[in-house]
């Protein structure tokens, strides 16, 4: 049963431009939605959340979106740098004691 | 200002050996979490742990896996008589202590790749 969802496992984006990853998920209580980028035999590592309560949120070059009638958030990176390469994690928080995590999506960006 | 460290980085067991997997949290921080990650998936939580407590352990199996957050020294995941199907990628996260209505960040050590030959 999985409960977040990431139905695109790779994506490749040109230099400059927009990164748009989706995630969709089917548990209406998830109150907090986070994402998390992944390099190669590293940890996860904190990107930006957002609160349920609110339906965007935005850091410097990473902005989510979240809709909740659709059960839908999304990243957006723009511009995109080869540094952006990496597996992006959507992960949904029902409480503050675990993260439900997506499959992953591979971004690539190349020059 | 160290994050949170996992030992060892690459651990190799025999099918029937024990695995014993070692995660330090942030300075400051209180609660442990485990996670696991299968070739190909995305991470799969397993427990819960405040010091000397677990919280929430819903994500273990209920056979042979265990783990504890002592007083001192780090939290443990304990793997008893492993099997091929326990290979995967260990993941320790660490948060600080919980304010009520507030959503604490997860902040995720390296992790513990386990190989069951």
């Known amino acids: 049963d999985q409960q977040v969802k990431q139905n695109s496992p790779s994506l490749s984006v040109q230099e400059g431009r927009i990164s748009i990853l989706n995630c969709d998920y089917t548990n209406s209580m998830f109150d907090y939605f986070l994402w998390y980028k992944k390099y190669p035999a590293e940890g996860p590592t904190f990107l930006i959340s957002?609160?349920?309560?609110?339906d965007k949120n935005e850091d410097g070059r990473f902005t989510v979106f979240l809709n909740k009638s659709a059960k839908h958030l999304s990243l957006h990176i723009v511009p995109s740098q080869p540094g952006d390469s990496a597996v992006y994690f959507c992960?949904?928080?029902?409480?503050?004691?675990?993260?439900?995590f997506g499959t992953g999506t591979r971004l690539q960006v190349f020059p | 200002n160290a994050g949170v460290m996992q030992n060892p980085r690459h651990l190799v067991r025999r099918r029937g050996q024990e695995a014993r997997l070692r995660c330090s949290p942030m300075?400051?921080?209180?609660?442990v979490y485990w996670y696991r990650q299968l070739p190909e998936e995305g991470l799969k939580f397993m427990v819960y742990?405040?010091?000397?407590?677990?919280?929430?352990e819903s994500g273990m199996p209920k056979e042979r896996f265990s783990a504890e957050f002592p007083k001192e020294g780090p939290s443990i995941l304990r793997i008893q008589q492993v099997v091929r199907g326990d290979s995967a990628a260990y993941f320790c996260?660490?948060?600080?202590?919980?304010?009520?209505?507030?959503?604490?960040?997860?902040?995720f050590g390296p992790g513990t790749r386990l190989t069951v030959l």
């Open positions: 300075k400051g921080h209180s609660h």
């Open positions: 992960a949904a928080s029902p409480d503050t004691d675990k993260l439900i």
């Open positions: 957002i609160s349920s309560i609110k």
């Open positions: 996260a660490s948060s600080p202590l919980e304010v009520s209505g507030v959503y604490n960040e997860q902040f």
């Open positions: 742990l405040q010091k000397e407590n677990i919280i929430d």
